[in-house]
């Protein structure tokens, strides 16, 4: 059973880069074709998918966050990460990692980490 676990600061301050780890169990990051993502959910809304990272470490981010998203990954310690660079309050949300195993199977969800960008 694969299982992910979100780390990082739960206070990141106005201008600066917000960084996010996911840690995987019960699997390896470069099983053929897993999807990794990150997702959040600011309060009062929806799901917002921001970027992914796949098995072979190809990268896809949200056309609305590419410019300050970047997303990679350390095979040795079976984790992947997320920065967020010039954050602002609407940058508050729940972050969560994801895994996608593909076929059109479930995901694999971490608990999600609060994140607040304030001063």
């Known amino acids: 059973q694969v299982q992910l676990q979100e780390s990082g600061p739960g206070l990141v301050k106005p201008s600066q880069t917000l960084s996010l780890t996911c840690t995987v169990s019960g699997g390896s990051i470069t099983i053929s074709y897993y999807a990794w993502s990150w997702i959040r959910q600011s309060p009062g809304k929806g799901l917002e998918w921001m970027g992914v990272?796949?098995?072979?470490?190809?990268?896809y981010y949200s056309s609305s966050l590419k410019s300050r998203t970047s997303i990679s990954r350390d095979t040795s310690k079976n984790q992947f990460s997320l920065q967020l660079s010039s954050v602002t309050p609407e940058d508050t949300a729940v972050y969560y990692c994801?895994?996608?195993?593909?076929?059109?199977?479930?995901?694999?969800w971490g608990k999600g980490t609060l994140v607040t960008v304030s001063s």
């Open positions: 994801t895994g996608d195993p593909g076929a059109g199977l479930d995901y694999y």
């Open positions: 990272i796949t098995y072979d470490g190809t990268t």
